[in-house]
């Protein structure tokens, strides 16, 4: 494989993972916003489990956007790993913030 075909993988690589970050961050922050306007009406209706899962799935929500860019590559990394050419460049490869 020429390094023009590698550069090309990783551009495509960097380009998927760039695209799940965002949409997992724009589902986490949908689910945050309708938590924070649903929490009155689960409170008024005494939804105790409710209330539960709401905190306890904020809680791992807010503790993945903190790792959202490695959250983002191993997605990337399940969802391109089986293609030709990918596997041999997604080996090498690790999640950073460069």
Same mark, same amino acid.
């Given at each position: 494989?020429?390094?023009? #075909?590698?550069?090309?993988? +990783?551009?495509?690589?960097?380009?998927?993972?760039?695209?799940?970050?965002?949409?997992?961050? &724009?589902?986490?922050?949908?689910?945050?916003? &309708?938590?924070?306007?649903?929490?009155?009406? +689960?409170?008024?209706? *005494?939804?105790?489990? &409710?209330?539960?899962?709401?905190?306890?799935?904020?809680?791992?929500? &807010?503790?993945?956007?903190?790792?959202?860019?490695?959250?983002?590559?191993?997605?990337?990394?399940?969802?391109?790993?089986?293609?030709? *050419?990918?596997? #041999?460049?997604?080996? *090498?490869?690790?999640?950073?913030? #460069?």
């Amino acid at each position: 494989m020429s390094n023009q #075909d590698q550069s090309e993988i +990783v551009v495509s690589i960097r380009k998927k993972q760039e695209n799940i970050a965002l949409t997992i961050g &724009v589902i986490f922050a949908m689910t945050l916003s &309708v938590y924070f306007f649903t929490y009155a009406m +689960v409170t008024d209706k *005494g939804l105790t489990n &409710v209330l539960w899962a709401m905190g306890i799935s904020s809680v791992v929500i &807010v503790a993945m956007l903190f790792r959202l860019q490695s959250v983002a590559f191993f997605v990337a990394r399940m969802w391109l790993g089986k293609r030709e *050419g990918y596997q #041999d460049v997604l080996s *090498g490869m690790t999640a950073s913030k #460069d």
